[in-house]
């Protein structure tokens, strides 16, 4: 009995000591707020509030980050300037990223869709053109699909591969997921996922150059991956357990409106084969390539990337 206690004992302290440790972290790697923005507004949605910016005058543009749980809408800071002279740029970070509210829930492909043609709706308030990083064109392409009248050209920016999109939750997903979910050890799990080495190292995967990465790249994804403690990793359980993936095919093949694809070159996946997946579907699919760039060709290569967009948006 004494020994079942002292077992019981150094579980609890263990336990203690884990909860102080994620305490100290999630402290630790929002205290320089690099996410701040003067012109930051929040949009009152039905699960939480939804950061945004919106700066320039013209045709509306909005802007979408990844997928990723680190990911918000800094992705596109080296190109909101430049294209708000022409147009109205609005840049939100999605239900559950950045510095929108992040909410204990599992996050789908349907909540992001509602979420995009509300923000339209309730926020926009007329026909906008979408532009998207990484797996959330998925979202993008199905909030079109629903309501094409409102929504102008969509831009894929190393949109998401069909077969990724298509992965439905097995019985191992839906456990992986709990466990991630559990508190203190499945948190424990998600900072070490997510510390500073873990950011620096996937970062510099996505980037050709690793001369392009900055660190005050690796401070702000930090950030943002760890704003409202111990639920973002909600996010991340969805994500990396194909809860928010959804079947695009179909929707591709059908919509009418103007779809352009952006493609880093080096990127880990065949970008050839994946670009002409999409147009196999939809042959009126525009596509244009940026060299000696991987996934966040806006943020190695921003000048090449808004030479294209320019030509995408005229």
């Not at 424990?188 to 510099?204: A, E």
């Not at 702000?220 to 990396?240: C, I, P």
């Amino acid at each position: 009995m004494k020994k079942i206690s002292q077992k019981l004992v150094l579980i609890g302290f263990a336990t203690c000591l884990l909860f102080l440790y994620n305490r100290l972290i999630f402290s630790l790697s929002t205290i320089k707020e690099k996410l701040y923005h003067s012109r930051a507004h929040y949009y009152q949605w039905k699960f939480g509030k939804i950061f945004y910016t919106v700066q320039g005058r013209g045709s509306s543009l909005l802007l979408i980050h990844d997928t990723s749980a680190d990911s918000s809408s800094y992705e596109y800071n080296k190109l909101i300037d430049t294209l708000a002279k022409n147009h109205r740029v609005y840049a939100l970070d999605l239900i559950g990223y950045g510095k929108s509210d992040k909410p204990k829930i599992t996050y789908t492909a349907y909540l992001f869709v509602q979420l995009l043609l509300d923000f339209r709706k309730n926020v926009i308030r007329e026909k906008t053109s979408v532009l998207t990083s990484g797996r959330s064109n998925a979202y993008a392409t199905m909030a079109c699909l629903q309501n094409p009248e409102v929504f102008n050209s969509l831009i894929f920016i190393n949109p998401g591969d069909f077969d990724d999109l298509s992965r439905n939750p097995k019985r191992k997903d839906k456990l992986n997921k709990f466990l991630i979910e559990l508190p203190v050890i499945g948190t424990t799990f998600y900072n070490i996922m997510f510390s500073r080495l873990m950011i620096r190292r996937s970062l510099k995967n996505k980037f050709y150059n690793p001369i392009h990465l900055k660190l005050a790249y690796i401070d702000t994804f930090r950030e943002a991956a760890h704003l409202s403690g111990s639920a973002s990793k909600y996010t991340y359980a969805s994500d990396l357990c194909h809860f928010n993936n959804v079947n695009i095919k179909e929707a591709i093949s059908k919509i009418n409106n103007n779809i352009f694809i952006i493609q880093g070159t080096r990127t880990n996946s065949d970008y050839e084969a994946l670009i002409n997946n999409y147009k196999s579907l939809n042959p009126a699919i525009e596509s244009s390539t940026i060299d000696r760039s991987k996934n966040y060709p806006h943020l190695e290569k921003p000048e090449s990337t808004l030479e294209v967009l320019m030509v995408y948006l005229h």
